[in-house]
Nanobody, 123 residues
Framework: QVQLVESGGGLVQAGASLRLSCRAS????????MGWFRQAPGQERDFVAQ????????YYADSVKGRFTISRDNAVNTVYLQMNSLKPEDTALYYC????????????????WGQGTQVTVSS
């Protein structure tokens, strides 16, 4: 069992940066690939980024490539999402998730989910 808790969301202006964190409980964090997803009101949950168990490979949605960076620190059971050059269309509830498959953008491929952290970008 893995429990995930996101933090770091907030209200920022377009062009600003935010860093999201996702802290995992349990001893098995390093055995999971970790992903970030986002969901805007009335829309489906969309893939943002994924990272392998040791952080050696990453995978991004085209919409965030070059602006967002996913990383992880297995020593503290945490995965991060550095978001730069934020746009109003990045506004969403951001979730982290843990799964065994890589690379995958499919919601159904992830076994554990956090509750989400809200990111709002004003124009």
């Amino acid at each position: 069992q893995v429990q995930l808790v996101e933090s770091g969301g907030g209200l920022v202006q377009a062009g600003a940066s935010l860093r999201l964190s996702c802290r995992a409980s349990g001893r098995t964090f390093s055995s999971y690939a970790m992903g970030w997803f986002r969901q805007a009101p009335g829309q489906e949950r969309d893939f943002v980024a994924q990272i392998t168990t040791r952080g050696l490979s990453t995978y991004y949605a085209d919409s965030v490539k070059g602006r967002f960076t996913i990383s992880r620190d297995n020593a503290v059971n945490t995965v991060y999402l550095q978001m730069n050059s934020l746009k109003p269309e990045d506004t969403a509830l951001y979730y982290c998730a843990a799964g065994r498959l890589y690379p995958t953008a499919e919601v159904t491929s992830y076994n554990y989910w956090g509750q989400g952290t809200q990111v709002t970008v004003s124009s």
